[in-house]
């Protein structure tokens, strides 16, 4: 079967770096997203990673290495605001967007 | 307006009644789709419509029944549920489905209650 998996919580402090992780087992790969989900509100698109290394936007980093099956969503600067859920999703051979459960990230100050 | 906006943001139901969710998108988008979304699971995706075709149905039960009368608004008819179908209903919208790179466009969900 298909899966993907990451942590269910995490907390960080603010100001500091957390790292989020995304590891997948999918028939094919056509890219991986990070989404960002406030409580009560709309997933918001952050990041689309389709070849291997590191994509970079402003706080926010997104690395992928498409042999481990891995990815992780790197938040620097940790700002209150960056409480949210974090969801990864793949895209596989068949275009249909494989979703994990979610990262809750709590930024104590 | 801009974006993607679902009506109701909230929905009591009891098992015998008959509602529907409404959302339209505002971005050019080809492509719509239902997810279901519980806590601590992944989204589930339930419908997907391409240029107002439906391309995709999930094995969804028949209490639920989309309908897309033309590429910004999609609609989802709820009849006989169950209170295991209590969920966040999302709404969301691509430029094109079955590509790679075209990220997902969400509506803020309808939170339901099947009572």
């Known amino acids: 079967g298909q899966n993907i998996d990451q942590p269910t919580e995490m907390t960080a402090t603010e100001g500091a770096i957390v790292q989020i992780n995304c590891t997948y087992q999918?028939?094919?790969?056509?890219?991986l997203f990070w989404y960002q989900q406030h409580a009560g509100e709309a997933p918001t698109f952050l990041s689309y990673n389709v070849l291997d290394g590191l994509e970079e936007k402003g706080r926010f980093s997104s690395f992928l290495s498409r042999s481990k099956g891995y990815s992780y969503l790197l938040l620097k600067e940790l700002q209150m605001k960056d409480s949210a859920s974090y969801l990864c999703a793949v895209t596989d051979s068949n275009y249909q967007l494989i979703w994990g459960a979610g990262t809750k990230l709590i930024i104590k100050p | 307006e801009t974006g993607v906006t679902q009506t109701p943001r909230h929905l009591v139901m009891g098992m015998t009644n008959k509602k529907s969710l409404k959302c339209e998108q505002h971005l050019g988008h080809n492509a719509m789709y239902w997810y279901k979304q519980s806590a601590k699971k992944p989204l589930e995706l339930m419908f997907v419509y391409s240029l107002e075709e439906r391309v995709e149905n999930n094995s969804v039960p028949s209490r639920f029944s989309p309908e897309c009368p033309n590429s910004s608004h999609l609609f989802l008819h709820l009849h006989t549920l169950q209170p295991e179908d209590s969920a966040l209903y999302l709404c969301?919208?691509?430029?094109?489905?079955?590509?790679?790179?075209?990220?997902?466009?969400f509506g803020n969900g309808t939170r339901l209650t099947v009572t």
């Open positions: 999918t028939s094919g790969f056509n890219g």
């Open positions: 969301a919208s691509s430029q094109a489905s079955g590509t790679g790179g075209s990220p997902l466009h």
